[in-house]
């Protein structure tokens, strides 16, 4: 049965916080550890890792608030629209649509499928038709039910944390028996410097932080309507941290500063120097429930952003239905799942690195971070009668500081990467283009809240 009444209120809140913690904790930090290691000083390494926790949670505690006073399941795509106007709701779609969620499936099934083929040759295209098959099973599943996809995502997620605690126990193993880290073999120059070297480094750690914002499409499923976002989004927040930190701790323990710094896979040596051969078998099984986890989650955000962005418009709306009887957005679902494919196919005849990626996704996001800091501003000024059981403390300072932080981010991620910046900004802008020419929608930002309100 397909209807117009959308989500009802069926998620537990601890099974919201870890679909919220398996939209964030990804295999990233593997990666992005040795270089922020490798733009900060030994004694900054915790404290720049700290930082990017506690600038999340505050940005988290943001978009909480606008979740519990406008659940909607758009999540910063309704925040910014009501804020902003239709135009810019639908932009943030679009980027989404394009860019973040469809690349990031895409990229993270090539990840999976390119780990596979190292243990299991799969031949000239065996990778692309692998990490196809990856997203095809996960559309799928989705596709059976909200129940389904949601079990799935909670099981991948309790399974990578137990992941990541087994790699933080070989550092614990390591101390314990004794072992002091090796002394680097190879001399370590620093990417960046000074204040430089401070921004390389935290768009590497925001980026490992990245995607808490993604829980507020959850606003309108989570049972406890007035606090279960915020506790679903600060409670995988403060998990994460824990988590990273950890971490961290086990590579400088494992391996020393330096040779953190100097490893291209930190995890893999540690877990060798701990646990000889089988340690290397966890990493890949590691990164494959990371992958499946991050698909599955991506999916699940990506296409309620997708249904609620469809609904606004004319053209579109035929992908504003909801399967009320499997729960799920399905036409919003299969789009996703589609456009993911393309990439998928396209990645298979081109080659772009981890950092290439960094670069696309990076800007665009940060814009639309700063852009929704300050639209918890303008909506407490234009609906400040609305109900709002989650209020942000020391208003409006931290938002201010929040959208301070954006802009500086949003500046560093221009200036201090790759040309991939640019080619991310050129696709949002074929995205205005394009919403250009769609005929206005129908209704305002104000009868948008009504409808939800109702």
């Not at 991948?156 to 944390?161: H, K, S």
């Not at 406890?224 to 995988?236: C, H, L, S, V």
Request: glycine residues 12%; hydrophobic residues 55%.
């Amino acid at each position: 049965m397909v209807s117009n009444a959308g989500p009802g209120r069926h998620l537990p809140v601890f099974q919201a916080l870890l679909i919220t913690l398996g939209m964030v904790i990804t295999t990233d930090i593997l990666k992005t550890a040795p270089t922020v290691a490798l733009n900060v000083a030994p004694e900054h390494f915790y404290l720049v890792w700290g930082l990017g926790g506690v600038a999340s949670m505050i940005g988290a505690l943001c978009f909480a608030e606008m979740a519990t006073a406008f659940p909607h399941p758009g999540g910063d795509y309704h925040f910014l629209r009501t804020a902003y106007g239709e135009r810019m709701g639908l932009l943030f779609a679009w980027s989404r649509f394009s860019v973040m969620h469809t690349g990031w499936i895409a990229l993270s099934a090539f990840m999976f499928a390119d780990y596979f083929n190292a243990v299991v040759p799969l031949g000239q295209y065996g990778s692309g038709l692998f990490a196809g098959a990856i997203i095809a099973a996960l559309v799928l599943l989705n596709l059976t039910g909200k129940h389904i996809g949601f079990i799935t995502q909670t099981l991948l997620v309790g399974l990578l944390a137990l992941g990541f605690l087994s790699i933080a126990s070989a550092g614990v193993w390591l101390q314990w028996q004794g072992i002091e880290p090796p002394v680097a073999d190879v001399s370590v120059t620093p990417e960046h410097t000074g204040m430089a070297g401070f921004s390389a480094a935290m768009i590497f750690v925001f980026l490992a932080f990245g995607g808490w914002s993604d829980a507020a499409t959850l606003s309108a499923e989570v049972r406890d309507g007035r606090r279960g976002i915020f506790i679903a989004m600060i409670g995988a927040l403060a998990v994460l941290m824990s988590i990273y930190l950890a971490l961290n701790w086990a590579f400088v323990a494992g391996l020393g500063f330096a040779g953190l710094a100097a490893s291209n896979a930190p995890a893999v040596e540690l877990l060798n120097r701990a646990f000889g051969a089988p340690g290397g078998m966890l990493i890949l099984l590691m990164v494959g429930i990371a992958a499946i986890a991050s698909i599955n989650s991506t999916l699940l955000v990506g296409a309620r952003t997708t249904y609620a962005a469809a609904r606004d418009v004319p053209q579109l709306r035929s992908f504003g239905d909801w399967d009320d009887r499997h729960g799920v957005p399905r036409k919003a679902l299969l789009a996703e799942g589609a456009v993911a494919l393309l990439l998928g196919l396209f990645g298979s005849f081109t080659q772009s690195g981890f950092n290439t990626m960094v670069e696309y996704l990076t800007p665009v996001y940060w814009l639309f971070l700063s852009l929704s800091s300050v639209a918890l501003i303008i909506l407490r000024r234009r609906f400040p009668d609305v109900p709002r059981p989650v209020r942000v403390p020391l208003y409006p300072l931290l938002p201010l500081l929040f959208f301070g932080l954006c802009l500086y981010m949003l500046y560093s991620s221009v200036t201090m990467v790759g040309y991939g910046a640019f080619l991310g900004i050129a696709v949002l802008l074929v995205g205005a283009l394009i919403l250009a020419g769609l005929s206005r929608v129908a209704s305002t930002p104000r009868q948008a809240l009504g409808q939800i309100s109702d």
